[in-house]
């Protein structure tokens, strides 16, 4: 026992510039993102440190938890020290207060840190703030680490990017591993699934589970702007291909007669205008994923095609009969209209159906998961530097439609607003509503004449929508509990 632990909030800069300056004091210490629900049992299982810095974790989680922790701590004679802008909370007992040593001061963290141990910290504000190339570039920094560890769970790219803070490091004394790092978040980090409603948790929980299985083939069913190719994406990148090539392929997007060059590749004068060799998108893949995006618009002579590359994995080159070119790839594949009605209908064929769809994926609406709308418009915000934050007002106001083309539909509503000015979300949405009312969703169901009858569908609707939750059902309704019951018998 005798070493230092510094524990610091994840996705704040201010925090790991406060951890940065923090480590200079401590030296040798640890470094850890925690969050503040979680604090309360990591304290209660951590051993061999003599003393805990916390930095930028609110204690706010579970207070007899947090309390019985830090009391073991202390007959531990472990040295449990808490820095922070803001004072402890008015309800807070003394059982937390006094089992810590709090220092409280400063107008954000990295002050704080720096009136706490009596250390200056022009340097790190430089970073903090963005008054150089170097701040931004560790900013970008920052973000692809929380990127890793909230869709890799490397928990350890954050403690990294704050140890070179620390150092004072530039660009150049960062990693090969590293820089692999920032390329991928630069390419990939606008794709992301964002949100902690039951839905999403469960996509998540599906899209790792397949993942470990990097041979599967997999088919992804979901409406236009549900993230299709970012599940595609996560599923490639928490495989042991994460390492291999990503190639993205709309089927829709070439006309058929050049379908089967871009599927198998060509040689040179294969055919006229073929003036070099190129291999195709199975070749370009090899070793790694091929996503094949619109799949159901695929014309029936290519379905031949790909249905026997992915029986064989065995093709020839177009203009080259002599030499069999040999590929290993995943396909991923992807609809947003029902394959099975394709096949019934005739226009795709069922033996190729059956080839790719071995697992099934479901990409939920953004209907289905409205909870997740502050955290998505958040995120698309700071990836395409808007400045300020959206009020409660503004978030609700966003939470109240149903976006039949999903979430890149409510990108677009939050860079229109960005762009035109508009502060006022409700009437956007309104404004939105009136020019897209014929993109509605046929729901099937016919509004009855009958008032009564009329009143209990809308009721069900409403309910529907809340999850089934009376309460918030009835506030939106302005009605009591009993109401809604009622109408729900």
């Not at 299709?228 to 996560?234: D, F, M, R, S, V």
């Not at 539909?409 to 939105?432: F, G, K, T």
Request: proline share 3%; net charge neutral.
């Amino acid at each position: 026992m005798g070493r230092t632990l510094i524990l610091t909030g994840w996705g704040n800069k201010d925090y790991a510039c406060g951890a940065a300056l923090a480590l200079r004091h401590y030296k040798q210490a640890d470094i850890l993102g925690v969050s503040k629900r979680r604090l309360p049992e990591f304290l209660e299982n951590v051993s061999g440190y003599k003393e805990i810095a916390i930095l930028g974790v609110s204690l706010t989680a579970d207070a007899e938890r947090l309390a019985a922790a830090l009391k073991s701590l202390k007959e531990r004679k472990v040295l449990v020290r808490w820095l922070s802008v803001y004072d402890f909370p008015e309800w807070m007992g003394k059982e937390i207060c006094d089992n810590l040593e709090s220092s409280i001061c400063g107008s954000d963290m990295l002050e704080a840190v720096s009136q706490t141990f009596n250390l200056p910290c022009s340097d790190i504000g430089r970073i903090l703030r963005e008054t150089d190339s170097l701040g931004r570039r560790y900013s970008i920094f920052l973000e692809a680490a929380m990127y890793y560890y909230r869709n890799f769970q490397d928990d350890q790219a954050y403690p990294r990017a704050i140890r070179h803070i620390a150092a004072n490091d530039t660009e150049s004394q960062w990693t090969d591993a590293e820089r692999q790092m920032l390329e991928h978040y630069r390419k990939y980090g606008q794709r992301e699934l964002v949100g902690q409603s039951k839905v999403i948790a469960c996509l998540r929980e599906q899209i790792n589970k397949v993942a470990r299985h990097p041979r599967a083939r997999v088919l992804i069913f979901g409406e236009s702007g549900t993230g299709k190719e970012t599940i595609a994406q996560q599923i490639h990148f928490k495989s042991t291909k994460k390492n291999e090539p990503f190639i993205a392929f709309n089927c829709a997007s070439v006309t058929p007669n050049l379908l089967e060059s871009r599927f198998l590749g060509y040689e040179k004068g294969a055919f006229t205008d073929a003036t070099e060799s190129r291999p195709g998108i199975f070749e370009a893949a090899n070793g790694g994923t091929l996503f094949l995006d619109e799949i159901s618009e695929l014309p029936l002579e290519a379905q031949g095609i790909l249905l026997r590359v992915l029986e064989g994995g065995r093709f020839h080159r177009l203009g080259n009969n002599a030499r069999e070119t040999e590929v290993d790839v995943r396909v991923i594949a992807a609809t947003n209209r029902e394959l099975p009605a394709r096949v019934r209908e005739g226009k795709f064929r069922e033996d190729l159906f059956q080839r790719l769809n071995v697992i099934q994926i479901q990409a939920p609406p953004l209907r289905e998961h409205l909870e997740d709308i502050p955290a998505i418009a958040r995120s698309y915000r700071k990836i395409n530097n808007m400045p300020g934050i959206l009020t409660q007002t503004q978030n609700e106001a966003l939470m109240d439609y149903d976006y039949p083309g999903n979430v890149r539909e409510l990108n677009n509503l939050l860079e229109r607003a960005e762009v035109m000015d508009i502060s006022d979300y409700r009437q956007l949405i309104r404004e939105h509503k009136e020019m897209n009312a014929g993109l509605a969703r046929e729901t099937g169901e016919i509004v009855p004449d009958n008032l009564e009858a009329a009143m209990r569908l809308h009721i069900k609707r409403v309910c529907e929508k809340y999850k089934g939750n009376i309460t918030k059902a009835a506030e939106a309704l302005g009605a009591s509990r009993n109401t809604v019951r009622k109408y729900l018998e």
